[in-house]
């Protein structure tokens, strides 16, 4: 009879040890699931278990420590974010006015009877001054599209609005001599995109083609909404084009741009949940631009 008590015992302590691993992994599940949803969202609430096992229960408590300190953490930068996005902004705004009066100074000074090195220095302060307005419109730029989320799709055909694109640097492609070589598909590519978005992401990608260009522009579209840009530059390297998209970057031959042209255009294109990247391969550069 003996072990038949002893046989009956270890059976409920067998369900009992089952029974309370079940809880167990009930009760790390939950954490689990909780600790996820609050990673990914903006809340005050904090995990909560219905498990009674008081490891899991404590667990649950540092747990909850370390989500009070990350949120106030997560809130502590982004208000700091905010007041910096908010300062560039309002700088670049205060900074065009007096800019823009110094570039019509300069204007009426150049048209006075001026030595040759006076026209010389005058003509170096105007290159610089229009180069720190120029930075000063891409920060403006940079920082509104920063802050703005909202776009507004419309049904867009990707040929017509590369063809737009590209005549609207017709002057300046002559003035470099540059042919550009255009492949579009036979039928329409439609995308739902912003219009003023997209025309902003042509202009950035094919003004900085034009300007380091070393003599040609290829534009080619597939029906798939791949767009491959494609010039020589026979003095970039792959490192350097590996890094066109970084904020304020340039390459040595573009010491007077303002770095952020390219930058700007990966920040549109990833609100249009597309992809942009860069290639150097021999002597030409290629910006392929999925939409």
């Known amino acids: 009879m003996f072990p038949w008590v002893l046989c009956g015992a270890l059976t409920i302590l067998v369900l009992l ?8 992994k009930k009760g790390i599940h939950d954490v689990c699931a909780s600790f ?31 989500l009070r300190q990350l949120r106030k953490e997560r809130l502590r930068f982004q208000n700091g974010d905010r007041e910096l996005k908010e300062a560039v902004t309002n700088i670049s705004h205060d900074l065009r006015t007096p800019l823009t009066a110094i570039c019509g100074y300069l204007d009426l000074l150049k048209r006075e009877q001026q030595s040759e090195t006076a026209q010389r220095y005058l003509d ?30 419309e049904k867009l055909n990707l040929c017509r609005e590369l063809e737009d694109a590209l005549v609207s640097f017709y002057g300046a492609m002559q003035e470099k001599g540059i042919v550009p070589q255009i492949s579009l598909p036979q039928e329409p590519v439609w995308r739902m995109l912003d219009r003023a978005v997209l025309n902003r992401i042509f202009s950035n990608i094919i003004h900085n083609a034009v300007k380091y260009s070393d003599g040609d522009l290829t534009a080619a579209l597939t029906a798939e909404g ?5 010039n020589r530059a026979k ?57």
């Open 17 to 24: 040890l089952v029974i309370k691993i079940l809880f167990l």
């Open 226 to 230: 791949c767009i491959t840009f494609s």
């Open 235 to 291: 003095d970039l390297t792959s490192v350097e084009a590996g890094r066109l998209f970084d904020r304020f970057y340039t390459v040595e031959s573009g010491r007077t741009s303002t770095g952020l042209g390219l930058s700007i255009a990966k920040l549109l294109t990833e609100k249009c949940s597309g992809q942009i990247t860069a290639e150097y391969h021999g002597d030409r550069l290629y910006i392929k631009l999925q939409l």
């Open 124 to 153: 170096r302060i105007e290159e610089r001054t229009g180069a720190m307005k120029s930075l000063t419109e891409e920060l403006f730029c940079y920082s509104v599209i920063r802050t703005e989320k909202d776009l507004n799709p």
């Open 36 to 66: 996820g949803e609050h990673l990914s969202s903006d809340t005050n609430t904090l995990i909560f278990v219905s498990s009674g096992d008081r490891e899991i229960k404590k667990l649950a408590a540092q747990i909850n420590v370390q």
